[in-house]
């Protein structure tokens, strides 16, 4: 019976389990994005968000045990220079899972697992339009020939005492 035994063991030992995650989490964390059935998601996701929880906070330890998990120093690096930093007003839910149908060969329900911050279709940041630098309004335009006579100004001042002093002599 396995009562009280909630995580999938995918069909693995614990070993291959392990070291399946580790490279799986890697290479999220490194690509921001990647492709595989379901299960596999589920149980990522299980695996690497209390690992970009711990990115949050840069001390020495966290990064000792975050690299116990992902045996992987540039997958580290990332987590904590890039990952982290984005993701640090975040209370939780940093991967997104998206079902894309079923793969060819065997039928298994496949997904995309994506970091949430990295993907610019839903990230609110980047769907702000520019703001515009001119306005349209009538005391715009008179800022803008106020402005625009200050600057002829000062450039008549500049040419005209050189011109004098060209004149004198």
């Known amino acids: 019976m396995r009562h009280n035994k ?4 995918l069909s693995r030992t614990s070993s291959h389990r392990k070291a399946m995650l580790a490279n799986m ?4 964390i490194l ?6 059935t379901i299960a596999k998601a589920k149980a ?7 690992l970009i929880t711990k990115g949050k906070n840069d001390t020495t330890h966290s990064r000792r045990t975050v690299f116990s998990y992902l045996k992987d120093k540039y997958a ?4 904590f220079r890039d990952v982290a930093v984005k993701v640090a007003d975040r209370p939780g839910g940093y991967a997104r899972i998206l079902k894309t149908g079923s793969r060819m060969g065997d039928n298994a329900d496949m997904c995309i697992i994506e970091l949430v911050d990295y993907n ?3 990230v609110k940041e980047t769907a702000k339009p520019v703001a515009k630098k001119t306005r ?3 005391k715009a335009k008179k800022e803008e020939t106020v402005a625009e006579a200050k600057v ?17 002599e």
């Open 6 to 9: 909630k995580f999938n063991h």
């Open 25 to 28: 989490a890697t290479s999220l």
């Open 31 to 36: 690509k921001k994005r990647i492709t595989t």
């Open 44 to 50: 990522l996701r299980s695996y690497v968000e209390p």
């Open 76 to 79: 580290v690096s990332e987590l």
């Open 120 to 122: 610019t279709t839903y």
């Open 136 to 138: 349209r309004g009538a």
């Open 152 to 168: 002829v100004e000062t450039k008549t001042e500049e040419t005209q005492p050189e011109s004098t002093e060209e004149k004198t």
